[in-house]
């Protein structure tokens, strides 16, 4: 689940918009409370999955404009709908020595949703490269880091169910249901964003132990004989974004976080990923720590430089430490450069999980509805 590639935020524009945010932080602050204490359910959570579209004053669909652009044509706006074609594409930002010939960033990442029969609607992520040899946004590139993540809903719980990223390749992601043969019912519930409880009335945020296994490729038919633990822990929060040169100051959004600790404790966990999404953006950004003190696959001097390395590309802002271990960020994404599509009437979405189905098991798991 690594997004791999490089960029990050100015300082310069984040110091110069602090007395603006301010206000804004204030405002999603209250926006954020609202949040966290309306109940959770597979709506809600599905809304904070799904990006946005915008709509002028007649509810039509604005081209090229985004929710957080402060377009003031955007009168109004709503999760996107299955097969609607994206009016904009969510991009990271590149890093300053990068502007002139990566302006548009180096990956995409939308975040719309899909009909299945097994599980109805699902969510993909994209992760769209398009710089560097062989890389095109919009063509899903195969063995090039190409990929993306697939988010599941069950009766209780949103998790990942899929994933491809050019570090493991497709993988799959077993739950407690996995028995015997893998089938769509052992997918859920494993790789954990969050849960809900629809007989409650609970906010959105707690703490679980997941029960998971990755499955990847040439060992994706059978269930595994055990599990691993992951503690999870997710809540609700605002949290200033960055915008692109040109299209505005930062911005706060209320913000979905779900963290992903490797190991059943946070304070001895090896490794945490942490997700954040928005009602306006859906997956709007991911980080990679590493625990200082023992990561598998570092030393002490590799992780260090990895960390250094990391933090000279100005990819992303500092954000707060995991809770835990002392841990270090050596990854991140932040999705908020937003591009027009290349259709002035919008593209179609329909990327990694296009690819997914072409290939062994995974067509069983995620076909498209209807006959086959």
């Not at 074609?85 to 302006?103: F, I, N």
């Not at 945020?205 to 992951?230: H, I, K, M, T």
């Not at 707060?320 to 990854?331: K, Y």
């Not at 027009?340 to 979405?349: L, N, V, Y």
Request: aromatic share 8%.
């Amino acid at each position: 689940m690594t997004p791999t590639g490089s960029a990050r935020p100015a300082a310069l524009l984040w110091g110069a918009a602090a007395v603006m945010v301010c206000g804004m932080l204030a405002a999603s602050a209250d926006d954020a409370g609202g949040a966290a204490s309306a109940a959770a359910s597979p709506e809600v959570i599905s809304d904070f999955l799904i990006q946005n579209v915008c709509l002028d004053a007649s509810r039509t669909v604005l081209e090229g404009v985004s929710p957080i652009d402060g377009d003031p044509r955007c009168a109004t706006q709503r999760d996107l709908t299955p097969g609607e074609k994206l009016s904009y594409h969510k991009h990271d930002h590149p890093s300053p020595g990068d502007r002139a010939a990566v302006a548009r960033g180096y990956q995409r990442r939308d975040s719309f949703p899909v009909e299945t029969g097994p599980f109805g609607r699902v969510v993909e992520h994209s992760f769209d490269f398009g710089t560097g040899p062989g890389r095109r946004f919009g063509v899903f590139d195969a063995g090039r880091g190409d990929g993306g993540d697939i988010t599941v809903m069950s009766a209780n719980a949103a998790s990942f169910a899929a994933t491809e990223d050019g570090g493991g390749g497709f993988q799959l992601f077993v739950g407690p249901d996995c028995r015997g043969r893998v089938s769509s019912a052992g997918l859920t519930d494993s790789w954990l964003i969050a849960l809900f409880d629809p007989s409650r009335a609970t906010p959105p945020q707690g703490e679980a132990v997941a029960r998971l296994a990755d499955l990847r490729e040439g060992r994706q038919d059978n269930c595994p004989p055990r599990l691993n633990s992951a503690f999870t822990r997710w809540y609700v929060r605002p949290v200033l974004y960055r915008a692109a040169e040109g299209q505005g100051t930062p911005v706060a959004l209320t913000t979905l976080i779900s963290e992903h600790y490797g190991g059943e404790r946070r304070e001895d966990a090896d490794h945490v990923e942490r997700f954040y999404f928005t009602r306006e953006l859906g997956s709007t950004r991911w980080e990679r720590w590493q625990n200082l003190q023992h990561s598998r696959g570092f030393s002490t001097e590799k992780l260090a430089k990895a960390a250094a390395d990391f933090a000279s590309t100005s990819r992303c802002s500092k954000p707060e430490i995991p809770e835990g271990a002392a841990f270090v960020m050596i990854d991140c994404r932040e999705w908020t450069l937003i591009v027009p599509p290349d259709d002035p009437a919008g593209d179609r979405p329909g990327f990694f999980l296009d690819a997914v189905r072409s290939r062994h098991l995974a067509d069983e798991l995620f076909p498209a509805p209807g006959p086959r």
